[in-house]
């Protein structure tokens, strides 16, 4: 009788443990995934500049235009439609959502490089070297069974270009 006790207690803990890591993996893929996307979306976006105004020496973002390219980024690299819902099959369940975006640019007012960039309700703070194009993006964490956390994970990037 001790014997079967202590086998089904191994097995449940073998169970445990490996639920445990493949909640762990599914983490840390959505999480690298997630950062992979915004920041190859966020160079995307910070090459959609106003041609006349660069060539005045002004670095001055076309903001609807960058917004779409870093949407299309995001959708290409994490898989997902074309109204942001993600392909069957694949690492994510829910739509990623911009939560926030801004840019400092030339057109600022004010704005002079280095530039203490400061958004206290979104917790981001970075010395800015140039002009910079800022999103935070949303999604909800995959869940592997009923004990994986259930909720939101939150990626910030900042995309800038250094003058010196």
Do not use: C, W
């Not at 910070?46 to 299309?72: C, H, N, P, T, W």
């Not at 069957?88 to 829910?94: I, P, R």
Request: hydrophobic letters at 40%; glycine letters at 4%; proline letters at 4%.
């Amino acid at each position: 009788m001790n014997r079967a006790l202590l086998l089904i207690f191994i097995i449940l803990m073998f169970l445990y443990t490996t639920s445990f890591e493949a909640d762990r993996y599914v983490t840390e893929t959505t999480h690298n995934r997630l950062k992979f996307a915004i920041n190859r979306g966020a160079h995307d976006a910070a090459l959609q500049v106003k041609k006349d105004r660069l060539a005045e020496g002004d670095i001055v973002f076309e903001r609807s235009d960058s917004r779409a390219a870093f949407e299309a980024g995001m959708r290409h690299n994490l898989q997902l439609n074309s109204d942001g819902t993600p392909y069957t099959g694949t690492l994510l369940k829910d739509r990623p959502v911009v939560v926030f975006e801004d840019y400092v640019d030339d057109s600022r007012p004010g704005v002079r490089f280095p530039f203490s960039y400061v958004q206290e309700s979104e917790h981001i703070s970075k010395m800015l070297k140039g002009p910079a194009v800022i999103y935070k993006v949303k999604v909800k964490l995959p869940r592997t069974n009923a004990l994986s956390f259930n909720g939101d994970v939150y990626k910030t990037v900042i995309y800038e270009y250094p003058l010196d």
